[in-house]
């Protein structure tokens, strides 16, 4: 009797929640711990997907990987940074071809990137405004974006055709802008040809994503402006362009290392070799390692060109920063 008084007691002098603290601490644990655990399939998968090949990539640069190892690329022998070296020796054919492949590359992208931008921006101020057949046009202007990829490239394949093509049909034959039917796909008219696919296919992009930021400015500022007589170009400098900033800085770099890194477009376009004036660099690389079978030169470049975008990104993103907190003081 006295022990079950005792116990009573002590139960009473408990304070309330004390058995449970250590149960709501577990499940807070659980709680927080939670998001982690679904997301570790996904970063699993990433890991093996993305991370475990470029892991790869870097030791296969390093060895002397031909077609003579490629059974046991273990068993290759260690380079060490000699194909690091073959790369960036400008004086020599492979490092003369590079450096040729990344300054088409670097001037392919610029024009590719401005002309996407600018498109894709001019389309999206014209489709703010509300108006009969809107979204019809909408709907139209992403087509190229939805359209597979080999499905696109492959239909301006025969656009680009020299005898029976469509572009040389409407530029010769109908509006005699040419002496001659030109070659799109051989010669210096193949980085035009290249150009010309890369912002058919990329503006879209450009165009979504800039209608979505527009959606963001406020109505009544344009209203504010319109009753300060500011005319339609001075709203697009006073306030549609500043107000889109933070969605161009991400567009634009999204761009570059979508339309820098581009594979299909000239692979489709051109086959396995590239006309020396659309020589882009991803195909330069594909031709370094599966074509003349030189696996170790082909990764070391890819390295290269990694630590280059790596670079670019890193320069262009403190950039930027800096404008940002700049404008906001």
């Known amino acids: 009797m006295t022990t079950t008084v005792s116990a009573e007691a002590a139960v009473r002098k408990s304070p309330p929640g004390a058995a449970s603290g250590p149960r709501r601490r577990t499940g807070r644990i659980r709680r927080a711990g939670l998001p982690y655990l679904l997301l570790l399939p996904a970063l699993v998968l990433e890991l093996l997907v993305h991370l475990v090949p470029m892991v790869i990539g870097v030791v296969m640069s390093f060895k002397e990987l031909t077609q003579f190892h490629i059974r046991d690329w273990g068993a290759a022998p260690w380079a060490g940074l000699d194909n690091y070296a073959m790369s960036v020796d400008f004086d020599a054919p492979v490092g003369e071809a590079l450096l040729h492949s990344f300054v088409v590359t670097v001037a392919f992208t610029l024009l590719s990137v401005a002309l996407c931008w600018l498109i894709g921006t001019a389309a999206a101020i014209c489709m703010q405004d509300a108006f009969r057949g809107r979204g019809l046009l909408r709907a139209l202007f992403l087509v190229p974006y939805a359209l597979p ?6 239909t301006w394949v025969f656009m680009f055709q020299h005898d029976n093509g469509l572009v040389n049909h409407v530029l010769h034959d109908q509006l005699h802008l040419t002496d001659k039917p030109s070659f799109w796909l051989i010669g210096d008219n193949s980085f035009w040809a290249l150009l010309t696919v890369s912002v058919w296919k990329g ?3 450009a165009f979504l994503i800039v209608m979505a930021g527009l959606q963001n400015i406020p109505r009544e500022l344009y209203e504010a402006a319109a009753l300060d007589g500011a005319g339609m170009w001075q709203q697009i400098r006073r306030i549609t362009l500043p107000s889109l ?6 567009l634009v770099l999204v761009l570059f290392l979508w339309t820098f890194n581009d594979f299909n477009t000239p692979y489709v376009l051109f086959g396995k070799a590239a006309p020396e004036a659309a020589d882009l660099i991803s195909v330069h690389i594909y031709q370094a390692s599966f ?4 696996f170790g030169a082909g990764s070391a470049m890819s390295v290269l060109l990694l630590l280059f975008l790596l670079a670019v990104t890193g320069v262009y993103l403190a950039v930027t920063s800096r404008g940002r907190r700049s404008a906001d003081a």
């Open 291 to 294: 074509v003349t079978w030189n």
């Open 149 to 154: 990829v080999y499905a696109a490239v492959i």
């Open 203 to 205: 503006w879209p992009f």
């Open 245 to 250: 900033r933070p969605v161009n800085q991400v």
